[in-house]
Every structure is written in structure tokens, then in C-alpha cells.
Antibody, heavy 121, light 106 residues
């Protein structure tokens, strides 16, 4: 069965950095686009970043562009989010999510368990 | 950026009743719209995509409709496990965006 197992996260000071990881299993990882989506405490969902199956295309939300970097290692079935210059407003639960259909669709059919990132001094 | 506005913010119903949730887009997204269900402490669950296609394993009591800017998620014969928060999401344009959510409560 499809599993997305997240790691990383924690508490970091403003201006600091953190790296999130998402280990995929149960599907052919290299065939699917992947995303990061976040949810601030008690708030709604915010799409953060996308990477195409072959890494040739990446998109970011304006709120993280220039500070966050999405990457993947298809040989390790893993997705990453490097978060730099963190701000208090980046505090959220971060989810990795898989595209529904091989190639690209940008609907999210499987999600990681979520990892909390807290940016606070 | 396409803004998705969901209504109502909260919907209070009882098991066995019918729920009608609305999502309005600030510009046309054709039928490129999905609905998700989220329960406390859990990741969202895909219910419907392309406005009206149920995802794998989703019960037939969940149905989606609409196109352009106006969309509806209908849940018939509410079960106790249906009480949750529902989000719509569009893939018509970048950035992908979500609505602010509708809380379906007993």
C-alpha cells in the first residue's frame, strides 16, 4: 500500500533553517509529481511547493519563494523540503502529498502523516 | 491567484440528513476542482476530483457537481463519520489553492 513517511520538523528560531523529508513506498515514486502542503494551527490548507516527477519543473507559493527549496531523489524514493530564513508565520504542520495520476494532475490522493514546524524565539 | 470561497463556514446537521457545501472560484477553473475531507489530527482525504469524479473507495453518498466558478459537494444520508471539515482545491492555475473550509458539525 502507498505510504508517505515524514521526518524532520521541530522548533527553530526565526531566520533559521530546517529540512523536511518524505520517504515514499508502495508506488513507483519516479512517475509521480509530489507536493508540500502546510496547515497553520487551527487554519486551512496552503499549498507550498511542487516538483515534477522528473525534477524538470518546480513551483512555489509566493509566501515561500526564494526561501524554500523542494527536491527529490528518485533513487531513494524520497522528497525533501529545505526551509531557510524561516519566519514565525511559517509555523504549521507540513504534509507531503502525492499527485493522483502518473505524469501530473495536481490533485493529492495520498498524504504523509504531517510534521509540525514551529518557528519561535 | 485563484481564490476559492466556501460556504457556509459551519453547517449543523444531524445523521441521516443531506449536506450541501458550496465552493466558488474567483475565476473559471473549468472542472479542475477537488474536494477533501479532514478530521482532527489527520491528513486530508481526497473525496472528489475533476468536480464530479469520486476518488477510489469513496462512498456513493458523496457527489460533486459544477463547472466554471460554482461547485457543490453533496453528502446524502449523513453518517456519524462524515462530520469533519471539507476543503475544495483547484488545479486550474498556479498556485494551486484551497478554500478556507466548511466545518460540518452535528
Amino acid at each position: 500500500q502507498v505510504q508517505l513517511m515524514q521526518s524532520g520538523g521541530g522548533v527553530v528560531r526565526p531566520g533559521g533553517s530546517l529540512r523536511l523529508s518524505c520517504a515514499a513506498s508502495g508506488f513507483i515514486f519516479k512517475n509521480y509529481g509530489m507536493h508540500w502542503v502546510r496547515q497553520a494551527p487551527g487554519k486551512g490548507l496552503e499549498w507550498v511547493a511542487f516538483i515534477r516527477f522528473d525534477e524538470q519543473t518546480k513551483y512555489y507559493s509566493d509566501s515561500v519563494k526564494g526561501r524554500f527549496t523542494i527536491s527529490r531523489d528518485n533513487s531513494k524514493n524520497s522528497l525533501y523540503l529545505q526551509m531557510d530564513s524561516l519566519r514565525p508565520e511559517d509555523t504549521a504542520v507540513y504534509f507531503c502529498a502525492k499527485d493522483l495520476i502518473r505524469g501530473t494532475t495536481n490533485y493529492f490522493d495520498y498524504w504523509g502523516q504531517g510534521t509540525l514546524v514551529t518557528v519561535s524565539s | 491567484e485563484i481564490v476559492l470561497t466556501q460556504s457556509p463556514a459551519t453547517l449543523s446537521l444531524s445523521p441521516g440528513e443531506r449536506a450541501t457545501l458550496s465552493c466558488r472560484a474567483s475565476q473559471s477553473v473549468s472542472t479542475y476542482l477537488a474536494w477533501y475531507q479532514q478530521k482532527p489530527g489527520q491528513a486530508p482525504r481526497l473525496l472528489v476530483y475533476d468536480a464530479s469524479t469520486r476518488a477510489t473507495g469513496i462512498p456513493a453518498r458523496f457527489s460533486g457537481s459544477g463547472s466554471g466558478t460554482d461547485f457543490t459537494l453533496t453528502i446524502t444520508n449523513l453518517e456519524p463519520e462524515d462530520f469533519a471539515v471539507y476543503f475544495c482545491q483547484q488545479r486550474g492555475n498556479w498556485p494551486r489553492t484551497f478554500g478556507q473550509g466548511t466545518k460540518l458539525e452535528i
